[in-house]
């Protein structure tokens, strides 16, 4: 089955930097794909960015965090990474990734096979 676990969030300030990491166990993901959602409180989960294996390596980001988000993945250490800089007070959600074994359609958070518990990150103002 295989299990996912984030970490690294936290209550930062608007403007500042915060890197959030996944940890699977239970099973190899290198040939998975990997996305980040995140979901505030009253609205739905929303995707981030995926890094997709499909011959190669490439990476997808929603268009509101793009240039500030970078995806990462660590097939050795069966890890993944979340760079997130410039952080706004509406970014405020628990943050969640995800694994899926295909590589399509990487922004729909149907189809996702393996979910962490998510991590808290507050943005104040």
Known sequence: QGQL?????G???AGDSLRLSCTASGRSFSS???????QAPGKEREFLAAIVWSGG???YYADSVKGRLTI??????NTGSLQMNSLKPGETAVYYCAAKSDS???YNKVGYENWGQ???VTVSS
């Open 72 to 77: 990462s993945k660590d097939n050795a250490k």
């Open 118 to 120: 998510g991590t808290q």
């Open 57 to 59: 390596s490439s990476t």
């Open 5 to 9: 676990v984030e970490s690294g969030g």
């Open 11 to 13: 209550l930062v300030q």
């Open 104 to 106: 399509g359609k990487y």
């Open 32 to 38: 998975y794909a990997i996305g980040w959602f995140r």
